[in-house]
């Protein structure tokens, strides 16, 4: 038996905010251009129902990419 497909689309999300996209997103309303934002957002606030123009937003991350360090204040 192996992974029923329907079960996986269920609980696994299309669109996950991935690190890069993230940095991306920050870098770009730091600079005070919030149009990343708001499309990252746009794309995880219906993170189960894939949509044509957010592919880039379902692909897993780079393949070269370092390896993302976060550090929690607690």
């Known amino acids: 038996m192996g992974p029923d497909p329907a079960r996986m689309r269920a609980v696994n999300p299309v669109y996950i905010p991935r690190n ?16 990343p934002v708001h499309r990252l957002l746009e794309a ?22 370092a390896p993302f360090v976060t550090y929690c204040g607690t």
Do not use: I, K, S
């Open 20 to 35: 890069h996209l993230l940095d991306e997103a920050l870098t770009a309303a730091e600079g005070g251009d919030l149009a």
């Open 44 to 65: 995880v606030t219906d993170p189960f129902t894939p949509r044509p123009g957010f592919e880039r937003y379902a692909e897993p991350g780079p393949a070269d990419g």
